[in-house]
């Protein structure tokens, strides 16, 4: 097995992000940078120099493509969109509650339901693994020759995460478990595939390296 290093970071923060946090309702361009999302893109890119990155690989929702952008006015870096990159679908109800998510968000009744389940509009938990799982597996015939970073969203990183812990037995009921690991906006998660011997055993696959670094913020 070829060691491979994977970089992600999670979006800067958006319209929707500030509006959530105050109680704000969102507003109709919710999906854009924050100016403060832009100062932290931009800080993170000088976070990443010397890193050798070579290639950013964007969600195509627009917090992630201004995300990659205000990166590499920094890195110089080409921006390629991974189309399976973005964050987890939520059903219509979520986004017609003006705010009050409640009992519409995925996180809510997804852990109960059966893995193929979904609220109309939302993604299973089988639609999102099998997003997750393509996009590893096409990084992993590139990661080889190319230091990648992945820019993404807070679902995607933790269903990565349970995945890489879990392996197959990953399922809906870890779900509450893995949110109580935080991921701030732009924060650093580095992931490495590689085989190690520990305590006269073998673990092999993808290991976690590092969660939600945020020395640039």
């Given at each position: 097995?070829?060691?491979l290093?994977?970089?992600?970071?999670r979006?800067g923060?958006?319209?929707?992000?500030?509006?959530?946090?105050?109680?704000?309702?969102?507003?109709?361009?919710?999906?854009?940078?924050?100016?403060?999302?832009?100062?932290?893109?931009?800080?993170?890119?000088?976070?990443?120099?010397?890193?050798?990155?070579?290639?950013?690989?964007?969600?195509?929702?627009?917090?992630?493509?201004?995300?990659?952008?205000?990166?590499?006015?920094?890195?110089?870096?080409?921006?390629?969109?991974?189309?399976?990159?973005?964050?987890?679908?939520?059903?219509?109800?979520?986004?017609?509650?003006?705010?009050?998510?409640?009992?519409t968000?995925?996180?809510?009744?997804?852990?109960?339901?059966?893995?193929d389940?979904?609220?109309?509009?939302?993604?299973?938990?089988?639609?999102?693994?099998g997003?997750?799982?393509?996009?590893?597996?096409?990084?992993?015939?590139?990661?080889?020759?190319?230091?990648?970073?992945?820019?993404?969203?807070?679902?995607?990183?933790?269903?990565?995460?349970?995945?890489?812990?879990?392996?197959?037995?990953?399922?809906?009921?870890?779900?509450?478990?893995?949110?109580?690991?935080?991921?701030?906006?732009?924060?650093?998660?580095?992931?490495?595939?590689?085989?190690?011997?520990?305590?006269?055993?073998?673990?092999?696959?993808?290991?976690?390296?590092?969660?939600?670094?945020?020395?640039?913020?």
């Amino acid at each position: 097995m070829v060691d491979l290093t994977l970089h992600f970071v999670r979006h800067g923060e958006s319209l929707a992000n500030a509006a959530d946090r105050s109680g704000r309702p969102r507003p109709a361009e919710w999906d854009a940078l924050s100016e403060r999302g832009w100062e932290q893109a931009r800080g993170l890119g000088r976070r990443l120099q010397g890193e050798g990155l070579e290639l950013i690989v964007a969600s195509r929702m627009r917090r992630a493509q201004e995300t990659a952008q205000g990166i590499t006015e920094v890195l110089g870096l080409p921006i390629e969109t991974e189309p399976d990159l973005h964050e987890l679908s939520q059903s219509d109800a979520f986004y017609e509650s003006g705010g009050n998510f409640g009992e519409t968000a995925s996180l809510n009744w997804m852990p109960d339901a059966p893995r193929d389940f979904a609220q109309p509009g939302a993604e299973s938990f089988d639609e999102i693994l099998g997003r997750v799982v393509a996009v590893r597996d096409r990084l992993e015939a590139r990661a080889a020759d190319e230091r990648i970073l992945l820019v993404s969203h807070y679902g995607f990183l933790h269903f990565f995460l349970g995945l890489a812990l879990f392996g197959d037995a990953f399922g809906p009921e870890h779900l509450i478990p893995l949110w109580y690991a935080g991921h701030a906006n732009t924060g650093i998660t580095v992931f490495e595939r590689r085989n190690r011997r520990m305590d006269g055993m073998d673990f092999e696959g993808w290991h976690l390296l590092t969660w939600n670094d945020r020395a640039h913020l």
